[in-house]
């Protein structure tokens, strides 16, 4: 049997189901992954689970007879999950080593495995790639029912979202929230937060909480473009002042002001930073990806806080957060964690968080907002994704690296840095980012202008110059 060599990428190993992500190959990563906890451990324990993808619970199954025929004893979640769920119950249950099944936001047709760590987040980049050199080309595929490993004690199932939500309850005071003057509504995307809102904030306006694997034909992240149903609910209902959205895996953010429009990433990494430090009290370090706005840095220097900046992919900034004292760790891409939860991207947690910050001091999220702005200054982000072949987008990039572009169209530059992927700092004091996706066909260009129209051109001045 020929096989292909299995690479995770910023955030585990996707592919597309029945092409590449098979039942064969899952078993391959597992045998991989069985291999290197043997190493270390004489009896290792993991915790398994997927979310609402199709196909998601065969392929945990499929996982799950692996590791258990390799004597590594397996938890599994009953029913779907999120991310941080499977997360919290590796830290929890103090097991070794957790699996999600999940292609987070890719599109329907991806599915994916992503490691999880026993600090309670994502593996650090030195284990994920001892893993990835265990994994053989070829497996021997377990025939025994899970039942048979049930008798052996060597799995056991066990309720993540139940353990999830009872430790939500002790971190939030949900009868304060309950009597918010602020109303909220969540859109699950289709993805595994959708039960959590439902039973934590039963006033809350609930959107796509229903179980579709196929997530109705869209990719299921939580981005402007992809809410407008979230949007307009919000926009169009008077009470409703906040919009929270999720993404396949609910380990992502998305958020909606009072008047519908979307609050990205960026503003949503300033918010948290401003509320934990200024309301709060909470002092730490805040970790960003590359791909985060510079206004991060001017808010830190207002505050005294440190900042460090990571290659992109979660697991860069989780790994400081297990050595050092972190306030917020955030991406653009809309996965940030804050001090007093697990090291982990957790986007219901995150919400809870601006809906508290909301509550308490009884103003919009708009208002918030202005509070940030007043100390930072406006600005507008935006991002295009380009979905173009390998071939072209590899090309773009190594020509961003050889120094290829001298301006994008009326756009100037006087800097460039080039931590992960291309940077490019503008006269205007915007900037573009050139970075090739690392799980799909598609290049991705990030722009920041001073308002929207300016970042809506410059992306479309980078396009043509990129693309011509």
Known sequence: MTTDKIKFGTDGWRAIIALDFTIYNVCRVSKGLADWLLKDHSHP??????????????????????????????????????????SLGVLHLKAQQGV?????????????????????????????????????????????????????????????????????????????????????????????????????????????????????????????????????????????????????????????????????????ILLLIHYLHKYKGMTGKVVIAFSVTDRVKK???????????????????????????????????????????????????????LYEFMTSSGKTLKELCEEVYEIVGRFYYDRNDLHIENEKKNAIIQKAAEGGYARFGKYSYNRVESIDGIKYHLDNGGWIMLRASGTEPVLRVYAEGNSKEETLDILEDVKSTILA
């Open 100 to 268: 999600v099944i999940t292609a987070s936001h890719n599109p329907p047709t991806y599915n994916g495995y992503k490691l999880k760590g026993a600090h309670g987040g994502p593996s650090s980049p030195k284990d994920i790639a001892a893993v990835e050199a265990l994994i053989p080309d070829e497996v021997s595929v377990p025939n025994e029912p899970l039942s048979y490993w049930e008798g052996k004690g060597l799995l056991e199932y066990i309720d993540l979202e139940g353990m999830y939500v009872n430790y939500l309850k002790e971190k939030f005071d949900f009868e304060a929230l309950s009597k918010s003057p602020f109303k909220m509504a969540y859109d699950a995307m289709y993805g595994a937060g959708q039960n959590v809102i439902r039973r934590l904030l039963r006033d809350a306006v609930l959107i796509h909480c229903d179980d579709n694997p196929g997530f109705h034909g869209q990719a299921p992240e939580p981005l402007d473009k992809n809410l407008k149903e979230l949007a307009n609910t919000v926009a169009t209902t008077p009470e409703i002042k906040i919009g929270l959205a999720t993404d396949g895996d609910a380990d992502r953010i998305g958020l909606y002001d009072g008047d519908g429009n979307f609050v990205d990433a960026h503003n949503i």
């Open 45 to 86: 324990t993991v915790v398994i689970g997927h979310d609402c993808r199709f196909g998601g619970k065969l392929f945990t199954e499929a996982a799950t007879k692996v590791l258990c025929a390799n004597g590594v004893k397996v938890l599994v979640a009953k029913g779907f999950v999120s991310t941080p769920m499977i």
């Open 299 to 353: 808010l830190c220097e207002h505050y005294g806080l440190p900042v460090e900046v990571t290659a992109i992919g979660f697991k860069y900034i989780s790994e400081i957060m297990v050595h050092e004292d972190v306030l917020v760790g955030g991406e653009e891409s809309g996965g940030i964690a804050v001090k007093g939860h697990i090291p982990e991207r957790d986007g219901i947690y995150d919400g809870l968080v």
